[in-house]
């Protein structure tokens, strides 16, 4: 009996908090579970919004030794009523728990507040990068008054992800997310300069592709392709080998080449177009749209590939049915590292080392630094140059012909 009143009490958790939209919504921009209140409504009489949950916050259950466990959707439907009836008290008694500014705001609060505004400016992959950001850095360090800041934050920080196996580079990229938020809480005056310090620098270099490296690279993309038994394998190895060619001919960005549609690419004038594509997550870098030249060895490629396309094909990495091959880039990423993996490369990022190899190619080659910016797309120099690989020059034969 008393298992079947637990049974009970979890399904009518999920079918009040779950399965009404009208409660409670996923913020995607975001990346938080919110709620409506319509027991407290805002001066435009419309039911007031707040912050739930972090989606991350609330898919994992972490724990301190840094192990972490993904919740089930009974957890999940509990943890979000529970919280979804806390703040419903609280707004009933008068307590908001919006942002307030003076002394008592919370850091969560302003971060509320920070994302609010920064949402119509930036990319909606960079407000989530944000958000996780700062659920971490609360998770870690708690949540505090901004005003009266706990000492040693850097430390507490740098040690709770450290603790879950963060990389160097991935624990600098959080603390410079963090340090964005406490820069703008500062010019708004909610709070004294907090500092963060990033660890000394530790990234590596992109690296970059022997020619050697990519001949191999596309050769056992042709192997697989043709040692496929399965319809899906063959469409993904055709698919790899068109992301082969468009990173290795165009230099683009591979979200640019994950994101985009057959329609954009006008072989006949011999450019492709970057614009948004929100339907599937992208956002062009800058905000601009872009244009990308098509060179010869590129447009022979694009004939025969755009002839032997489908009806229902829409993106240039198509699955068949009018769907992108790659839900993210991080999953298109994974592809690849798995022939680098196999053919025994290493130090060379699976994807961004085709733009690394490019750039240093280019430059290696005779073309300008302000030429080479112009095909990145690099809006400063200093950029592309960052993606310069000098280890490529055959130094030696260099000394020797200037000294």
Not at 288 to 300: A, F, G, N, R, T
Not at 318 to 327: A, H, I, S
Not at 371 to 384: D, F, M, N, P, Y
Request: with cysteine.
């Amino acid at each position: 009996m008393q298992n079947e009143l637990c049974l009970f009490h979890v399904f009518f958790t999920i079918m009040r908090f779950m399965r009404k939209p009208k409660k409670t919504f996923t913020d995607k921009k975001r990346g938080v579970i919110r709620g409506r209140f319509h027991e407290a409504l805002s001066k435009s009489g419309e039911p007031i919004k707040r912050d739930i949950i972090g989606v991350e916050e609330l898919e994992w259950d972490r724990k301190e030794d840094g192990s972490r466990r993904r919740r089930s959707d009974f957890e999940k439907a509990e943890i979000v009523g529970n919280l979804y009836e806390k703040i419903r008290k609280e707004l009933k008694q008068g307590a908001s728990r919006g942002p307030v500014k003076g002394p008592s705001m919370l850091f969560t609060e302003g971060v509320q507040e920070w994302l609010d505004e920064l949402g119509a400016l930036r990319e909606e992959k960079t407000i989530k990068h944000y958000l996780e950001s700062c659920n971490q850095f609360t998770e870690i360090v708690k949540d505090f008054k901004l005003k009266n800041p706990p000492d040693k934050l850097s430390k507490k920080f740098v040690l709770g992800l450290k603790k879950r196996g963060v990389s160097d580079a991935t624990i600098n990229s959080r603390i410079r997310d963090v340090m964005a938020f406490f820069n703008w809480a500062e010019e708004e005056k909610l709070s004294e300069p907090i500092k963060l310090k990033q660890l000394r620098n530790t990234d590596k270099d992109v690296g970059v592709f022997t020619e050697q490296n990519m001949m191999d690279m596309l050769a056992r993309i042709e192997t697989n392709i043709k040692k496929a038994t399965k319809r899906a394998d063959v469409v993904s190895g055709i698919n790899q080998r068109r992301v082969w060619y468009m990173l290795r001919l165009t230099a683009m960005r591979p979200g640019e080449v994950r994101a985009l549609p057959l329609k954009l690419i006008r072989n006949d004038q011999r450019h492709i177009e970057i614009k948004d594509q929100i339907e599937v997550g992208f956002r062009v870098k800058s905000r601009k749209e872009q244009i990308v030249p098509i060179i010869p060895q590129l447009e022979d490629f694009l004939d025969e590939d755009l002839k032997s396309r489908g009806d229902r094909e829409v993106w240039y990495c198509d699955n068949g049915e009018g769907k992108p091959q790659w839900r993210d880039v991080q999953a298109m990423g994974r592809t690849f590292s798995k022939h680098l993996k196999a053919l025994g490369v290493s130090g060379v990022k699976p994807l961004h080392g085709f733009r690394s190899t490019v750039i240093t190619n280019l430059l290696d080659r005779g073309a300008t630094p302000q030429e080479v910016q112009g095909l990145a797309r690099h809006e400063k120099l200093a950029t592309t140059m960052g993606y310069y690989n000098p280890q490529s020059l055959n130094v030696a034969k260099m000394l020797q012909e200037k000294i």
